[in-house]
């Protein structure tokens, strides 16, 4: 079975750190490009980062820039997400996606950025 | 950056309508176009991805199309299990932005 697993969430401070985890399995996760996506209480999907399979690529919402880094274990088939210097706003449900993938003529695949498998997410709380 | 945006932002409809939601790209995505929809306190579950490609066990009366900047997700004959919110996606070029969503419930 497909799925990846969050954990790492918690409650933190302003100004703190956490480092959130994502643990693949049922797939080859080294092909797949890989992403964060959080949301808010009461509110809607906010993509925050994404990572090629390789890990050579990575890109980022500008709402998180410079504050979060994601990156990747292939040999752990393990998707993390560092959030350093946290606010308020940052409060979420934090879910790992696995990108979708196109077969192509041949033997060719091209790997997108749609999500076609979520986990149940990891919850961050930030708070004094 | 591309913005999407989504319209309506909620509706009402009976069980058997026809439902359309809209979704436009402040620049051309090609069809790099996605679907989700998200029950209430569930996970999104991903229904249509190249703005009309139906994925695996979503049933039918789901469609998609679209091209360019603007595109329609179809619901053929709403249903009581259709409630939920749906969020159409950008994943053309970083960021991957989501539509703010469009909440679909039963009159």
């Known amino acids: 079975e497909v799925q990846v697993v969050e954990s790492g969430g918690g409650l933190v401070q302003p100004g703190g750190s956490l480092r959130l985890s994502c643990a693949a399995s049922g797939f080859t996760f080294s092909s797949y490009v890989m992403s964060w996506v959080r949301q808010a209480p009461g509110k809607g999907l906010e993509w925050v980062s994404g990572v090629t399979g390789s890990g050579d690529s990575t890109s980022y919402a500008d709402s998180v820039k410079g504050r979060f880094t994601i990156s990747r274990d292939n040999s752990k088939n393990t998707l993390y997400l560092q959030v350093n210097s946290l606010r308020a706003e940052d409060t979420a449900v934090y879910y790992c996606?696995?990108?979708?993938?196109?077969?192509?003529?041949?033997?060719?695949?091209?790997?997108?950025?749609?999500?076609?498998?979520w986990g149940k997410g990891t919850t961050v709380t930030v708070s004094s | 950056d591309i913005q999407m945006t989504q319209s309506p932002s909620s509706l009402s409809a009976s069980v058997g309508d026809r439902v359309t939601i809209t979704c436009r790209a402040s620049q051309g995505i090609s069809n790099y176009l996605a679907w989700y929809q998200q029950k209430p306190g569930k996970v999104p579950k991903l229904l249509i991805s190249?703005?009309?490609t139906l994925q695996s066990g979503v049933p039918s009366r789901f469609s998609g199309s679209g091209s360019g900047t603007d595109f329609t997700l179809t619901i053929s004959s709403l249903q009581p299990e259709d409630v939920a919110t749906y969020y159409c996606q950008n994943y053309k070029s970083a960021p991957f932005t989501f539509g703010p969503g469009t909440k679909v419930d039963i009159k």
């Open positions: 190249a703005a009309s």
């Open positions: 996606a696995k990108g979708g993938m196109v077969r192509g003529v041949g033997l060719n695949y091209y790997y997108y950025y749609y999500m076609d498998v």
